[in-house]
């Protein structure tokens, strides 16, 4: 069965700051799907970033990019010019292809601090 | 236009009562699943039915009874209703079968059982 760790329950920033959030999984797939999903006080679930396992190239969305390792089963988020807005709990997820479920890590409270 | 819709968004509710969880998505994706959230914020897949047929239980128990009455309606009944039921229920959709795939979540549904 795969898991996902997220190992920083909390972190905290000032705005404008590059924060990374860590995140590590274990599967013995070769193919599959990572996700970064941020959940704001609204509760909503919002994906922030994807990254398919076959592509090498790391995946970026503005302020968002990820530093994907695949020997070592790593899937950090970089956020750039971190912004109030940013608060919110972040899941790191894992999905196998074609899987009907991601496997959630348990989470990193990330607080933005003007 | 949202594009998958949870109702109620806040259920309260004594123990020993029915109560049920509707979810409608108008994406056109042919996955609907169950997602439980708890106090502690883990996120945890309950169900996930691909063209109306179940896929996916993780050993939910049997008070949990999901109904797909078609591709777009995935609807969650709990009976006798217990405390340790309290948590948030997230619906999700999204489209298999698909390099580009991404589950879309509803706003979620708070259940407290008092």
């Known amino acids: 069965a795969q898991t996902v760790t997220q190992s920083q329950p909390e972190m905290s920033v000032q705005e404008a700051e590059t924060v990374t959030l860590s995140c590590t999984y274990d599967t013995s797939e070769n193919n599959y799907y990572l996700f970064w999903y941020k959940q704001p006080p609204s509760r909503q679930m919002i994906l922030v970033i994807r990254?398919?396992?076959?592509?090498?190239q790391n995946a970026t969305e503005n302020r968002f990019s990820v530093n994907f390792q695949k020997a070592a089963k790593s899937f950090s988020l970089k956020i750039s010019d971190s912004q109030l807005g940013d608060t919110a709990m972040y899941f790191c997820a894992f999905m196998k292809h074609l899987a009907q479920k991601l496997v959630f890590g348990q989470g990193t409270r990330l607080t933005i601090n003007p | 236009d949202t594009a998958v819709s949870q109702t109620p968004k806040y259920l309260v509710t004594q123990m020993g009562n029915d109560k049920s969880i509707k979810c409608e998505q108008n994406?056109?994706?042919?996955?609907m699943y169950w997602y439980k959230q708890d106090s502690k914020k883990f996120l945890k897949i309950m169900f996930s039915y691909n063209n109306k047929e179940l896929i996916i239980n993780e050993t939910v128990p049997n008070r949990f009874s999901p109904k797909s009455p078609d591709k777009a309606h995935l609807n969650l009944h709990i009976n006798s209703l217990e405390l340790g039921d309290s948590a948030v229920y997230f619906c999700?959709?999204?489209?298999?079968?698909?390099?580009?795939?991404?589950?879309?979540f509803g706003q979620g549904t708070r259940l407290t059982v008092v």
């Open positions: 994406l056109g994706h042919d996955t």
């Open positions: 999700a959709s999204s489209q298999q079968r698909s390099w580009d795939t991404e589950a879309f």
């Open positions: 990254q398919e396992a076959y592509k090498q």
